[in-house]
């Protein structure tokens, strides 16, 4: 975790659009984040898609950016029960 410094304005709009979603301002900056990074990698998906991107990430344990970025690698899939080797 860390500390990231933005100007008044943008502050006053980060503010203004959590409450008026229901967020924390910190959950508001953190989605914005994740949409924006999504975006950068993702250039022909758009908001409505990248959107979907995040809910079906969540579905299946959460979005891992680093993995989605290629930052990191895939965790190997686990082996079905009871199947032979």
């Known amino acids: 975790m860390g500390i990231v ?4 304005p943008l502050h006053e709009s980060l ?5 008026a979603l229901s967020r924390s301002i910190n959950a508001q900056a953190e989605h914005w984040m ?3 990074l ?3 990698l993702h250039p022909q998906l758009n908001h409505s898609e ?3 991107l995040l809910i079906r990430a969540e579905q299946q344990g959460g979005l ?3 993995r989605l970025a290629g930052w990191t690698p895939a965790a190997p899939a686990k082996a079905a029960k009871g199947a032979r080797a």
């Open 34 to 36: 994740r949409i924006g």
């Open 5 to 8: 410094k933005i100007s008044d």
């Open 50 to 52: 990248l959107c979907q």
């Open 64 to 66: 891992d950016l680093a």
């Open 15 to 19: 503010r203004i659009a959590s409450q």
């Open 38 to 40: 999504l975006a950068e």
